[in-house]
């Protein structure tokens, strides 16, 4: 039988659009105007915080969800990002053009060599060996004492982009990082629905499989991996102009495991997902820090309750109520 | 660098190596039993060292200062498992993650609750207080060999018990095989909870043991989990041996590393850039080496048999 | 006489004390179906990964279209036109059944890892996946998930995946095992029309479909062929009733 009759009898895919996405952005983009309607500033310099997290989680989430593969270091990357903009801000230099791709080069490299021997091995020991990388990076920074060390480095410039200062007024950086969040998301989502994309989720669920099919699993992986360590790396570009600060502290380990539970928590898998799960988590941590210092009493219950009792994250809940579909 | 201070440097990273081992033996008895990873598993160890500052205090007698302690320890652990790990058993590694990092979020901050954030320490106990003399006239305290020793002898127990009896052919034949375990009739449960109240004692032996002569603080138990984790995965994953092997090797190379990386750099560049580099190169030797062992041997070095 | 597609010489592979493949010489010319036969525990699965690139031969060569590829790991095995299905089947259960047969598509195209080009819509990949589908007669069930096939189903789509490699060899791990009579039927004619495009090793216990099927049968018992010939002389051999075939009854 000729493939045009095969096409006769067999119809093509049904295309979905990103309905949850769409209204989520323009949620989003419509904050500044409730601000300026009366809704408390602090709200807004929350939510950029929310999204540039955001930003990280999209990128774990290729590698996590998408990939399989559960790294417990990828706070190293938005550290190594963090620095890098730090450093080379302090040493006089705040051109983003300059910046980015020094700070997407070095999380690339990062990825490249750690992911290499990381992905040697599979299950329980690559969460223990990216987490072992992730404290290495912790400790490096820590060292650098010509940098701040352990005390962290405070920053008296943002960066500038061609003479124009973006993310100098608090409205207007709020819409680069929504900017960047969107092309973000655009970005990840093409190269999920894409044939690279097809070969990852594949490997995710039987990667015997798809290596008798043809392909080279670990190198598939490892491209995911350097991809997610760069945006990462973007995010942590955006965290130290926000903060005007960077510390060990961005990379120690319960960084990378709040990344995991922020995609946990939006529903493994989902990009969407990943966008809401770290909202939800800063909006929480932002009430509950609120109510008391000690709110880590509350909310480390809250993460195990959540595990126990809850399967698909916030966005698996949102289906089960009618509201988007599984694809 | 004189023979003296490397003497002193190589009990001290034989000290941390003992600790490490204590506490990675729990963990990797428990994964390899258990396919169970427990991040909680630091914070096992730094509740060990906690119980320790308050009864020591309130008994005034180390000894039993260190049993009430364990026996705490114990009792908090199989809580914890009641309630919380062995719903966690048949779920993937992600979950175990999670829900055992929720925990770490929970006990770290609910330490500094009861015990307050400021470090503490127990003192010493009396008749291990004092030094011994070494060659050269070099004093080296009386109570770190006597946690050497302990360290020691309860390796060789969890090796005689390991190697040697019933509940350790269990064991062996759970790490490599579990379905098979279970198919002979053992009750599957009673067998994890005694691995898992092991697995708890250890640590918390080791926190206690680490109480006089490290400070005790939130987040002391985070520090040794990872550390624990190269341990595991240089040593090989579900394998004591591999653990004991590895636990020394990351001990010695730490220890090492940090106190003679500066002299070493000095042969090569001025002495402010050798005190930069060696503080840098010192932190991330152990990792190295962990890269190092896993490209040659992506399964550790002895990994338990039978699990690749 | 035409050049073996596929040539196994002097395989050997022991685990521990075990030797389970003790020698394992054969071939299998273009076009022929080659069944490999033996009781549980002969190692006929075993040889199977060797032939796939999944284990390693301790000695012996595999050669394959004249090539050398003892040492290749199973990604270039594939690639070169060596295709496989397995005892238990193996596809990728959230995928549907026409993104499993697109992904074997995929892996012979020119960008088989495009980063930024969307595969589900892309008639490249998806015409010649229909086409494989509707040879295994999945038409109608392309847009299921491949998780929720029958298992009849599922063998016959590991064999719209194998097609999609365009194999010069299919290795075929029990494809009837586990799947009911009417399913049985339709994967034995499905594979009898395949016969003749391509080589291809079946492992089978099903004795029925063998005799029906095989141009050549090979007898493994405990890693060494004790014969090997055609079907009818197969079962005519003394030592393979003795053996084997007298077990059956």
């Known amino acids: 039988m000729s493939s045009a009759d095969a096409a006769a009898a067999i119809p093509a895919p049904t295309r979905r659009r990103p309905v949850i996405a769409i209204i989520l952005f323009a949620l989003l983009a419509l904050l500044p105007v409730a601000v300026s309607l009366g809704l408390p500033p602090h709200w807004l310099t929350l939510l950029t915080r929310a999204m540039i997290f955001a930003i990280a989680a999209l990128s774990l989430d290729l590698i996590l969800g998408v990939g399989g593969l559960v790294s417990f270091g990828h706070a190293a990357f938005v550290g190594i990002g963090a620095y890098a903009t730090g450093i080379m801000i302090t040493e006089g230099q705040t051109e983003t053009l300059l910046i980015l791709p020094v700070v997407v080069l070095l999380c690339a490299l990062f990825g490249a060599v750690t992911g290499a021997v990381s992905l040697r091995t599979r299950g329980v020991t690559f969460i223990m060996i990216t987490l072992a990388f992730g404290q290495m990076v912790y400790f490096l920074a820590q060292a650098l004492s010509a940098y701040g060390g352990d005390d962290g480095l405070t920053l008296y410039e943002r960066s500038t982009l061609l003479g124009f200062e973006p993310f100098k007024n608090r409205t207007g950086f709020y819409y680069v990082v929504l900017g960047v969040l969107i092309a973000c998301y655009g970005l990840i989502s093409v190269i999920v629905a894409s044939r690279f994309g097809r070969a990852l989720r594949a490997a995710r669920e039987n990667a015997t499989r798809v290596a008798v099919t043809g392909f080279r699993v670990k190198g598939i992986q490892l491209l995911a991996y350097v991809i997610s360590g760069m945006i990462a790396g973007l995010s942590g570009f955006l965290l130290a102009n926000h903060t005007d600060f960077v510390s060990p502290a961005f990379m120690s380990w319960p960084r990378s495991g709040e990344l995991i539970f922020m995609v946990v928590l939006g529903g493994v898998g989902s990009l969407h997902g990943a966008i809401i799960g770290a909202i939800a988590f800063l909006l929480t941590e932002d009430v509950l820090s609120g109510l008391t210092e000690h709110w880590k009493v509350i909310f480390g219950p809250m993460i195990v309750l959540f595990v126990l009792f809850t399967h698909g994250g916030l966005v698996g809940l949102l289906r089960k109520l009618g509201l988007g579909r599984h694809d | 660098m004189t023979t003296g201070l490397l003497i002193v440097q190589l009990l001290n990273g034989l000290q941390l190596g003992i600790l490490l081992f204590l506490v990675a033996a729990g963990l990797t008895l428990v994964f390899g039993v258990m396919d169970f990873i427990n991040l909680a598993h630091g914070v096992q160890y730094m509740l060990g060292a906690y119980l320790a500052v308050t009864f020591v205090s309130l008994t005034g007698s180390f000894v039993l200062g260190l049993v009430l302690a364990l026996a705490a320890a114990l009792v908090i652990g199989l809580a914890l498992e009641f309630l919380v790990f062995r719903h966690l058993y048949e779920r993937n590694h992600l979950d175990q993650v999670l829900a055992t990092f929720g925990l770490i979020l929970l006990l770290n901050q609910g330490v500094k609750i009861v015990w307050g954030a400021a470090p503490l320490s127990v003192p010493v106990p009396e008749f291990l207080a004092g030094n011994v003399a070494l060659l050269d006239g070099i004093l080296y305290p009386t109570y770190r060999f006597a946690l050497i020793g302990s360290g020691l002898a309860v390796g060789a127990l969890l090796w005689f018990i390991v190697e040697k009896t019933r509940t350790g052919m269990l064991l062996r034949a759970g790490a490599s095989n579990a379905p098979m375990v279970s198919a002979l009739g053992v009750d599957i449960n009673k067998l994890f909870m005694i691995v898992f109240a092991f697995g708890t004692m250890l640590a918390a032996f080791a926190g206690a043991m680490a109480a006089p002569i490290l400070s005790v603080e939130p987040g002391m138990g985070d520090n040794i989990l990872i550390l624990a984790f190269v341990v595991i995965v240089v040593g090989g994953i579900g394998s004591i041996r591999g653990a004991f092997v590895g636990a020394l090797i990351v001990g010695l190379v730490d220890t090492l590393g940090r106190s003679f990386m500066n002299d070493l750099l000095r042969l090569f560049m001025s002495a402010p850039s050798a005190r930069a580099a060696g503080a840098a190169l010192s932190s991330m030797l152990i990792y190295l080496v962990m890269a190092i062992v896993l490209y040659v041997r992506p399964e550790g070095l002895l990994p338990a048999k039978g699990r690749a | ?249």
């Open chain 3, 1 to 249: 006489m035409t050049e073996p597609v596929l040539v196994l010489a002097g395989l050997q592979k022991t685990f521990g004390a075990l030797k389970v493949t003790d020698g394992v010489s054969l071939s299998v010319a273009p076009g022929e179906l080659h069944a490999l036969i033996g009781p549980n525990g002969a190692g006929k699965t075993t040889l199977v990964h060797q032939i796939s690139g999944m284990l390693r031969p301790d000695t012996g060569s595999i050669s394959f279209r004249g090539r050398d590829i003892t040492a290749l790991p199973p990604e270039k095995r594939a690639r070169a036109g060596l295709a496989r299905t397995f005892q238990i089947t193996s596809t990728i259960p959230s995928l549907s059944v026409l993104e499993n047969v697109a992904l074997g598509v995929q892996a012979r195209a020119a960008h088989p890892l495009a980063l930024f080009r969307n595969a589900a819509h892309d008639e490249s990949l998806n015409g010649p996946a229909r086409a494989a589908i509707e040879a295994v007669g999945l038409a109608d069930r392309a847009h299921v998930l491949a998780g929720s096939l029958s298992h009849g189903e599922k063998r016959a789509l590991e064999i719209a995946m194998a097609l999609t490699l365009e194999p010069a060899a299919i290795l075929l791990d029990e494809p009837l095992a586990g799947v009911g009579r009417e399913e049985g039927e339709r994967l034995i004619a499905l594979l009898r029309s395949l016969k003749g495009r391509y080589a291809m090793l079946l492992v089978e216990h099903d004795m029925e479909a063998v005799f029906a099927l095989a141009d050549t049968v090979s007898v493994l018992v405990y890693g060494r062929v004790i014969a090997s010939g055609n079907p009818a002389t197969v079962r005519a051999d003394p030592a393979v009733r003795e053996a084997y075939l007298g077990e059956e009854g």
